[in-house]
């Protein structure tokens, strides 16, 4: 098999958003400060995601064009979207009433489905946009956790990833397998192998791949070793406020051979908590009637009872990703990942239909987040918790540290706004500091400081929803 695969590093890079540079299709795993993500060309790629599984499945042309130029126009550069889809994608028709295979037969893939995807890959490619593409979600592999039939085996699944890697060779494409599914026994590991070795072969080697498993895990867990795996996904999940995805971090750091890691799926914004203690999976409303209205919307917020996940969770655990080490973040909400419209079909309860969840407020601080992870460039950045001094506690006070590797700025950041001791003894005699609101995106100056050291400092405002990144420079 022809391999043109560069050697693999390990995280993610500031963005280059050119038609010119994605029609190239490839990327490249170095850096020269640590292991990111850069298109080939060496422009350094920062992986600032959406999940949108169900993009191909349930959207016609114009909403898929119309939702692609929303998100390139908030600074998104990838969008993960499932090409055998979770929610009946095998037995439910597309908006023009094609299934994806013919007699559910993966060596039988239905053109008139996949000249649908072609479209949408293509509009992603004139908008900037790459696509992190699942050929298929787990449940048609793996019978665990419940979905549709299992389809695939190692020959199929082999012809299949030839059949896609092939048809996309030349596009801006990054495959991630998995699906929302671990890998339980060698024979489901067969599968999945065959369906990269099928990618490899039809691409031509032109296109990273990772996999993308169940909450709370990581596909290092299984498949570190694997040749295939370009860099590893965790999936942070759903279940709780500041969820420590530094510790997904913390342990990818120290694995050998390094490679690259990202937040493929953390909380996302307006999916309760723990929404799975609240819903009944036989029922197609999931819940009691009374707690949707007339458009199959959530009314009564008080039957989850954890609440709902906000922007400013979404912030905290996209900082706290970057500066642990992390090579981007995937944004989500609970309507676009599942396309709800009113009165249509859902897998989860949502506060919103797809449309209107475009607007949201998490969605448009990524593109703050992007801002000045670019003039501030993460592809220098070293996790450095050394700076953050004094206790240090693993809840919403916890406080993240980087710095570049050349030494020529310090980022620390505070979910909650609360005062910090940093360590600047090596910024000269003289060094300056400003904060940056990752709300608004404001840059708010605190002056010229003399070094002594160590310095404390007090960020603008405190609390919930006071999130606040320090920059120290010389």
């Known amino acids: 098999m022809k391999n043109k695969r560069p050697s693999v590093f390990l995280m993610a890079l500031v963005l280059c958003l050119s038609v010119n540079v ?64 979770e929610m009946s994608g095998l037995s439910e028709p597309n908006a023009y009433g094609y299934l994806p295979l013919i007699d559910r037969d993966p060596m039988r893939p239905n053109e008139a489905y996949f000249e649908h995807v072609d479209f ?74 065959a369906m990269a070795n099928g990618l490899r072969k039809g691409d031509e080697g032109n296109h990273l791949i990772s996999y993308h498993p169940r909450g709370a895990s990581s596909s290092h867990e ?21 969820m420590q995805v530094y510790h997904y971090a913390e342990t990818l750091l120290g694995i050998e051979p390094r490679k690259p890691f990202i937040d493929g799926e953390p909380a996302y914004e307006e ?25 199959y919307i959530i009314v ?36 676009i990942w599942q396309m709800f419209e009113k009165k249509g079909s859902f897998a989860i309860p949502a506060l919103s239909d797809w449309r209107d969840a475009l607007h949201l407020e998490g969605a448009f601080q990524m593109a703050h987040l992007r801002k000045v992870f670019e003039q501030y460039p993460f592809e220098k950045l070293v996790p450095a918790q050394h700076l953050v001094l004094g206790d240090n506690p693993h809840d919403s006070t916890h406080v993240r540290a980087a710095y570049a590797c050349d030494n020529s700025f310090a980022l620390v950041y505070l979910s909650v706004g609360q005062k910090v001791n940093v360590d600047v003894s090596n910024f000269g005699k003289q060094f ?39 920059i120290i420079e010389h």
């Not at 299984?222 to 500041?242: A, M, T």
């Not at 400013?312 to 309507?335: E, K, M, P, Q």
């Open 120 to 193: 949408i890959v293509n509009q992603a490619a004139k908008l900037g946009l790459v696509v992190g593409m699942l050929p298929s979600w787990g449940d048609k592999v793996t019978d665990a956790n419940g979905g549709e039939p299992v389809i695939f085996n190692p020959d199929n699944a082999f012809l299949f990833g030839k059949f896609l890697g092939n048809r996309y060779k030349d596009s801006p494409i990054i495959w991630i397998l998995g699906g929302d599914r671990n890998i339980l026994n060698d024979y489901e590991l067969e599968v999945w192998r």
């Open 271 to 295: 999916i309760a908590l723990e929404f799975w203690n609240y819903v009944d999976w036989s029922s197609p409303l999931r819940v009691p009637q009374n707690v949707l209205n007339d458009d």
């Open 22 to 85: 994605l029609s190239a299709a490839k990327f490249i795993l170095t850096s020269p400060c640590g292991k990111y993500l850069q298109h080939a060309d060496g422009k350094p790629f920062l992986w600032l995601g959406d999940t949108a599984w169900e993009l191909f499945h349930r959207l016609n042309r114009e909403d898929a064009n119309m939702y692609l130029e929303d998100r390139a126009n908030k600074g998104f550069t990838i969008i993960q979207a499932v090409v055998l889809a």
């Open 432 to 470: 300056s500091a400003r904060w940056y609101d990752p709300r608004s995106g404001n840059y708010f100056p605190v002056k010229k400081l003399r070094n002594k050291g160590t310095a404390y400092f007090t960020a603008p405002s405190s609390g919930t929803n006071n999130d606040w990144l320090l």
């Open 222 to 242: 299984v498949l570190h070793n694997e040749p295939w795996l370009d860099f590893n996904i965790y999936q942070s999940g759903h279940s709780n406020r500041y």
């Open 300 to 335: 009564d917020k008080s039957h989850f009872k954890r609440g709902f996940f906000t922007a400013h969770d979404i912030r905290v655990h996209a900082y706290w990703n970057f500066l642990s080490g992390a090579c981007g973040y995937t944004y989500g909400t609970n309507a």
